[in-house]
């Protein structure tokens, strides 16, 4: 899956929306690589190939290698265009970084045990607040997914943000802001049918 990490790019002397439609019309997606201490540098990748990375979902929140005219730099992917109404994607945004130096990345969160939980198997249903959230940490240990487990949820609990086991490294950014921004990620709602059997007994 190491290929899956890797973009091979090619300079793009011109920026603009015209160079940048013209990287489109020949099969192309235009991007831009920034941060550091070099500057901005305008690239053109393969739009095929660029489909077959992004349809893996750890492509979000790897540190990735992006390889130019033959020299590589790490980064990671910071935006991602898509067009409105078909599969293309118009432009993506590279974003340098130092193994050594804290990143913040939006990293998916994957939820487990929901149908084994204390309100699953009463019929309950997971209503999902959040799908990923912003994190903190050196690149080396940056997570591909965070796992927030419903095995103890039940029916009318909640899990927030700051429930959530971390694996070592990790910090949730908006956690810093103080307790107020303890967001609620998922919680237990009764279904229709389990709100009838509890009215039947």
């Given amino acids: 899956m190491s290929k899956v990490f890797e973009f091979v790019a090619e ?10 439609r013209r990287a489109r019309r020949q099969g192309n997606v235009p991007a831009v690589i920034y941060g550091g201490s070099n500057e901005p540098q ?3 990748l393969s739009h095929n190939e660029v489909i077959k990375h992004l349809e893996h979902e750890a492509v979000y ?5 992006i390889t130019v005219d033959g020299k590589t730099e790490k980064a990671i992917l910071k935006g991602v265009q898509r067009h409105p109404a078909r599969v293309q994607i118009l432009h ?13 990345v939006h990293v998916p969160l994957h939820f487990i045990n929901e149908h084994a939980s204390v309100g699953g198997k009463k019929g309950g249903i997971a209503a999902h607040s959040l799908i990923d ?3 903190s940490c050196l690149p080396s240990v940056l997570p591909e997914f965070i796992e927030v487990n ?3 949820l ?27 921004h303890d967001l609620p990620v998922v ?3 009764a279904s229709k049918a389990s709100k009838d059997d509890s009215a039947a007994v």
């Fill in 61 to 65: 929140s790897h540190v990735l290698d």
């Fill in 150 to 152: 419903l095995a103890g």
């Fill in 133 to 135: 959230v912003e994190v």
């Fill in 187 to 189: 919680s237990m709602m």
């Fill in 154 to 180: 039940d029916i009318g609990g909640t899990i927030h943000l700051s429930d959530i086991i971390l694996p070592e490294g990790i910090e949730i950014v908006v956690l810093a802001q103080g307790p107020e």
């Fill in 92 to 104: 993506l945004d590279f974003f340098r970084v130092n193994m050594s130096e804290v990143v913040k």
């Fill in 42 to 44: 305008m690239l053109v």
């Fill in 11 to 20: 300079s793009r002397g011109q920026s603009g929306k015209s160079a940048a």
